[in-house]
């Protein structure tokens, strides 16, 4: 790599890692949140320190979803530690995100890809890493599968990219497509996603490989049966899209982020592929990155109709742990505005609309900054109600303590919190006791 990409790198690697530690320094504590009492504390810790502990446990549901890689990595965190520390995992978890935009540029950079305006690109890097829309994600460190997720669909979508013909990065993309299934239920999307980078090769190419029909047909099959053995939750029902309106209506929500439900803005931040992939597709002009970048949007793309129809009953908002899915199709949609700015330069009349992304995007993050803090310290400021409430329970054990609003403990029920507390082998392992 050239110097100045090095230099790129370490400069983006560096302001994101700095903001996310301020934001998890100030913010988090270290106090276990809502889902880590159970399936970290009570069903994961719990056994391990018992002796009881199974490899099948490793995969075992959690709602939806099964967060094989989560649970390997809070093992490893407390294998080292001996202390269950939410604060520990986030910021173990800097590092855990800070390996997407590394890969991206990396991917970029190896293939002298970034150049003139596509250094564009970085802005949207910076701004989806580094802003604390995702504070759901940010300051829990149970929430590392969101990254996990992200991990593995690059790595399919890059193996599939650059090595399309190596049979060891077949069995590579199989391989990160089934993680990406033991991972979360949107998982089942990175081998459909992948697939969708195979057959967009054959139509650049104008020729149907055997071998990548074969594997596409693979990945799809491996799709299916994600879904097939995914949890299914009764009462995760009545959050779903009951028609095609309340779909369309939860899409306005979702395609506009992070503007508030705007259908203009929605066809700004996401027409750019859909309109350049095919120009490129004719004009037999498809580059790698371009395919890689497709293979991002589609990915984004499909969890944004995921979403919408999964959690779109009467939606009014974008809840924040979701936005983070939406990242790697901003950035695609980044790269194909600036390759519609490349392409009609000696036009700029025609040319400027390639910029109309850039300035919605940054719009749209300004236009939130002031909302999306004030949530950071909203829920900071019911983080220490919840450490105070549980510190005195543990002084009194009286359990009048736990009976408080909710978000005012940090679990839904008082009295299953309580019998958390009182386990003595949860208990030892608390940070509040070491503190």
């Known amino acids: 790599m050239q110097t100045r990409h090095i230099l790129a790198l370490l ?34 810790l719990r056994p391990w320190l018992e002796g009881r502990l199974q490899l099948a446990h490793l995969w075992q549901p959690h709602n939806e979803h099964r ?28 590092l855990v995100a800070a390996c997407i935009p590394l890969m991206l540029l990396l991917f970029l950079m190896r293939r002298n890809a970034l150049y003139g305006p596509r250094w564009l690109v970085l802005i949207v890097i910076i701004a989806q890493f580094s802003l604390p829309f995702a504070f759901e994600n940010l300051l829990v460190g149970f929430q590392s599968q969101f990254y996990f997720l992200i991990i593995f669909t690059l790595a399919g979508i890059i193996l599939a990219t650059l090595y399309p013909e190596k049979p060891l990065a077949m069995v590579g993309v199989l391989v990160v497509s089934w993680l990406s299934v033991l991972t979360m239920a949107s998982g089942i999307l990175t081998p459909l996603a ?76 996401w027409l750019p592929a859909f309109a350049m992939v095919p120009w490129l597709l004719r004009k037999r002009d ?36 979701y936005t983070e899915l939406f990242t790697l199709g901003l950035i695609g949609n980044a790269w194909f505005a600036v390759r519609f700015i490349e392409i009609f330069r000696k036009n700029w009349r025609i040319a400027w609309l390639g910029a109309v992304f850039f300035v919605v995007f940054v719009m749209g993050h300004i236009t939130r900054k002031n909302s999306d803090m004030r949530a950071v310290r909203q829920t900071h400021d019911l983080s220490l109600k919840q450490d105070a409430n549980v510190r005195k329970y543990l002084k009194t054990h009286d359990p009048a303590t736990l009976v408080q609003p909710q978000f005012e403990i940090p679990y839904p029920d008082s009295i299953r919190l309580r019998s958390l507390l009182d386990n003595p082998t949860l208990r030892g392992i608390l940070p509040l006791d070491k503190d």
């Not at 890692?17 to 069903?43: H, M, N």
């Not at 055997?210 to 995760?236: R, T």
Request: hydrophobic share 55%; aromatic share 12%.
């Open 11 to 44: 400069g983006t690697l560096v302001a994101i890692i700095a903001a996310r530690f301020y934001f998890i320094e100030t913010f988090a504590i270290r106090l276990p949140f809502w889902d880590q009492w159970d399936a970290e504390g009570d069903y994961l």
């Open 67 to 94: 967060i094989f890689p989560t649970r390997l990595l809070s093992l490893a965190i407390f294998s080292a530690t001996g202390v269950w520390d939410n604060l520990t995992e986030a910021r173990v978890n800097i």
């Open 194 to 269: 992948v697939a969708g980078v195979y057959v967009l090769r054959s139509i650049s190419e104008r020729e149907v490989n055997v071998k990548h029909a074969v594997l596409a047909v693979v990945l799809v099959a491996l799709a299916g049966l994600g879904y097939s053995i995914m949890p299914k939750i009764e009462a995760n029902h009545i959050f779903r899209a009951r028609s095609v309106g309340e779909l369309f209506s939860a899409l306005r929500y979702i395609l506009a982020w992070p503007v508030s439900k705007s259908w203009p803005a929605a066809i700004v931040l």
């Open 286 to 321: 498809l580059t790698p990155a371009d395919l890689f970048m497709a293979g991002c949007v589609m990915w984004s793309f499909a969890q944004t109709i995921a979403i919408a129809y999964g959690r779109g009953q009467s939606m009014l908002s974008v809840s924040s742990r």
